[in-house]
């Protein structure tokens, strides 16, 4: 791919956008505190000079994913929101107004994955340095930091054994049909029924006809793999093709709810996992987790995400310790000295074990530890806000890949959110300045 185009020549007989925009909005006065040069550099390693044509300019790759999760859009709903507001324009590095967008939807799923979780965490990065600029966040509040972990769900349908084993059966005969494999019987109709009256059965607290209808839809799809793998064998081609899926069919029509060990919980993310929180209204979530640090003092500008990773393998929460605190400490370039955690990390893995304190820990607790062990809590807020308003509670993306990056950009995006109400706090606060001295002036 070659180097992203520079197209500013088309602005030079337009009028600007700095002419007709309020250059103290907030959003512009963001633009002005982001080093845009900081993330062209580590966006731009992704971008080699060669034939193809040019990608599109860093600043806008990088502007729009900022906007996108700082007020929580889908990619569709960015496009449109973006070719109408001039601020918006303005934020991601265009001269003038555009009436057409120079962008496709898609350049920003292919970004995604050009860019990956390594590149985007840049994103966290610059957040953090430009809070510090603006006097939002000091060097203090990284030494002391509260870490705690949360689900982020996927977007998938609840998984029962009925419904996994009629998708299993409607997605081979599909996948059968373009490929030209004649199957003697499809089962499409009677296994739909069959799935229906499963959660009819259950419902009614008639669970032996139930498990007699699920087993009606286990013998059809094991009679679909059979009729698929008989027509298809010998020819390497087509068995390539239906390997992913036939293993996915196969593993839905053997598994148990009982059974322990990894299971599929979706034909299009079998890398979806079932994560217990304990919680009441939710016993289950599915996706993976994802780990989140925060300061636990009280910053000027808000509790900002200081590192978020997500998860895979639903690990124990004190094994993820060590490596989250090596990852935040090369991130912020500061050593941590204390780190609250919850009763869940109790046997964790990081080698400092005198500068981790564990919620209800009574033993060398002085005053000031004390105080700041009531501040640990102040971490569920910030995921609640994460995943409530900058889409980590339903994560789109598709992949481990996609886990990880919707993670970090959601976490970037809260704290962007927090840099622009600090922006225009401090307008208000220095207008406010300003009329009290001229009042003052006219008195005297």
Same mark, same amino acid.
């Given at each position: 791919m070659a180097r992203p185009r520079d197209d500013r020549q088309k602005d030079l007989l337009r009028p600007a956008l700095a002419g007709f925009i309020d250059m103290g909005h907030p959003l512009v006065r963001l633009a002005g505190q982001i080093d845009w040069s900081f993330l062209d550099g580590r966006?731009?390693?992704?971008?080699?000079?060669?034939?193809?044509?040019?990608?599109?300019?860093?600043? +806008?790759?990088?502007?729009?994913f900022i906007l996108k999760h700082m007020h929580n859009l889908s990619d569709e709903a960015l496009c449109a929101r973006w070719l109408e507001n001039p601020y918006y324009q303005y934020f991601?590095?265009?001269?003038s107004f555009c009436h057409k967008l120079p962008f496709d939807r898609s350049s920003l799923t292919r970004w995604r994955q050009r860019l990956g979780e390594e590149q985007l965490v840049t994103l966290i990065q610059e957040s953090l340095s430009v809070a510090h600029k603006t006097g939002a966040l000091e060097a203090k509040d990284l030494e002391r930091v509260a870490v705690d972990t949360t689900v982020q769900p996927k977007a998938i349908a609840h998984p029962t054994d009925a419904r996994l084993m009629h998708r299993a059966i409607v997605k081979l005969v599909e996948m059968a049909k373009r490929q030209g494999v004649v199957l003697r019987q499809s089962y499409l109709?009677?296994? *739909?029924?069959?799935a229906v009256m499963v959660g009819r059965y259950s419902h009614?607290?008639?669970?032996?006809?139930? @498990?007699?209808?699920? *087993?009606?839809?286990?013998? @059809? +799809?094991?009679?679909?793999?059979?009729?698929?793998?008989?027509?298809?064998?010998g020819k390497p081609e087509l068995e390539a093709r239906f390997a992913h899926l036939l293993d996915l069919a196969t593993k839905v029509r053997l598994q148990d709810h009982r059974q322990r060990g990894p299971k599929v919980y979706a034909l299009h993310a079998p890398e979806v996992e079932c994560i217990g929180k304990g919680k009441a209204r939710a016993p289950y979530e599915f996706g993976c987790k994802v780990s989140i640090a925060t300061p636990v003092t009280s910053p000027k500008g808000g509790q900002f995400v200081l590192h978020a990773k997500a998860l895979h393998g639903n690990p124990f929460d004190g094994h993820t310790l060590g490596p989250v605190v090596k990852d935040l400490e090369a991130l912020?370039?500061?050593?941590?000295?204390?780190?609250?955690?919850? *009763?869940?990390?109790?046997?964790h893995n990081y080698p400092h074990k005198f500068r981790v304190w564990i919620s209800g820990q009574v033993r060398r607790v002085t005053a000031a530890i004390r105080r700041e062990m009531k501040r640990r809590a102040a971490v569920e807020p910030v995921i609640g806000h994460v995943k409530a308003e900058h889409r980590m509670d339903r994560n789109y993306l598709k992949g481990r890949d996609g886990d990880r990056i919707n993670a970090v950009l959601a976490a970037a995006g809260y704290n962007f959110s927090l840099l622009l109400r600090w922006l225009a706090a401090l307008l208000r606060a220095l207008t406010a300045a300003l009329l009290q001295a001229r009042a003052a002036t006219q008195i005297a």
């Open positions: 966006f731009g390693l992704v971008c080699q000079p060669g034939p193809g044509q040019p990608g599109l300019p860093t600043r +806008l790759v990088a502007g729009l991601c590095g265009e001269q109709r009677v296994a *739909k029924r069959a009614a607290h008639q669970f032996k006809r139930a @498990r007699r209808a699920l *087993k009606f839809l286990r013998t @059809r +799809l094991g009679r679909v793999i059979r009729d698929i793998a008989r027509q298809i064998d912020t370039g500061v050593e941590t000295r204390r780190i609250h955690v919850d *009763k869940g990390y109790r046997g």
